[in-house]
């Protein structure tokens, strides 16, 4: 590409990074309809996922979980049980309240600017006992897990979308995290962009601590084909402004550790 397009999206990349001087006037103040907190899949299968965590967690010292907090690609064999998954799922996403009676925002396990919450959780499940392979979706208001269905030759069409990245794709459970940017924009507008980016770290970095917690390990995943990884979770990966419009912005692999 030439040096003179790449200087100038860097400048712009540059200024989407700092704080938003402007003011604009957001969907929020011009008194749009707030957009739901939660996408409705209608999986053909729901597994309802405990909230009781005390036989899951391994290690509860945090300095320790904090320190032993690497990127981890190598798995053991060994299936993550249910409990452990609703423990990583609640860790990442889990909604603790519900205020407002209009207007509602969720407060969950992780922070998001103005409690926007612009995330989706899918799964691709290789090894969890008693759960088939397949693809996933994690309702968080009602803390259930849908299935949405098998794909076909997961492990190959995964890697292929992610990079090429096998330990992924082999991975006993893939994080796949969508964007809805409008549950952002709602309230931020243009603004929304850099806080959502913001938003999505907090959501991996817990993934990561819960893991450790558990005896579990986890690497985060920013390199993959966008068109493609959009198509295996179903979006429209063309560029577009709709309030509707869903796309991957990050995933991670988790499994056992040896
Ligand atoms: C935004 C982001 C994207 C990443 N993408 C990948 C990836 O696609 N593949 C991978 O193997 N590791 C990925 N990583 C993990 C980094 O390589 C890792 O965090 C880094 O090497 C530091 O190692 P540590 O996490 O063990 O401290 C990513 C990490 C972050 C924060």
Not at 34 to 55: A, C, D, M, V
Not at 70 to 88: D, I, M, N, P, V
Not at 166 to 190: D, L, Q
Not at 194 to 208: P, Q, R, S, T
Request: proline share 4%; with cysteine.
């Amino acid at each position: 590409m030439a040096d003179e397009y790449v200087k100038q999206r860097i400048m712009e990349l540059r200024e989407m990074m700092k704080a938003p001087a402007d003011d604009i006037l957001s969907d929020q103040l011009k008194g749009l309809e707030q957009p739901s907190l939660e996408r409705k899949l209608g999986g053909s299968k729901i597994i309802y996922l405990t909230k009781n965590f005390e036989n899951v967690i391994k290690n509860n010292d945090f300095l320790n979980l904090i320190n032993a907090r690497t990127s981890k690609r190598k798995y053991s064999e060994e299936a993550l049980t249910q409990y452990e998954l609703a423990f990583l799922l609640w860790s990442t996403q889990g909604i603790k309240s519900i205020v407002g009676k209009e207007r509602k925002a969720t407060f969950r396990t992780v922070p998001s600017a103005g409690a926007r919450h612009p995330f989706e959780t899918y799964l691709f499940i290789n090894k969890v006992i008693g759960l088939k392979p397949g693809l996933y979706h994690y309702m968080a208001i009602e803390h259930q897990l849908e299935y949405l269905g098998p794909i076909e030759n997961q492990v190959e069409q995964v890697s292929e979308a992610f990079g090429g990245q096998k330990f992924f794709a082999n991975a006993p459970v893939g994080f796949v995290w969508s964007v809805i940017p409008y549950r952002t924009e709602w309230r931020y507008s243009t603004h929304a962009h850099k806080y959502a980016l913001i938003d999505v770290g907090h959501v991996c970095e817990n993934l990561y601590l819960a893991c450790e917690a558990i005896g579990c390990g986890a690497c985060a995943i920013g390199a993959y084909n966008q068109p493609l990884a959009d198509k295996l979770l179903g979006f429209d990966a063309s560029p577009s402004a709709d309030k509707e419009a869903e796309f991957v912005v990050y995933a991670a692999a988790v499994g056992k550790l040896e």
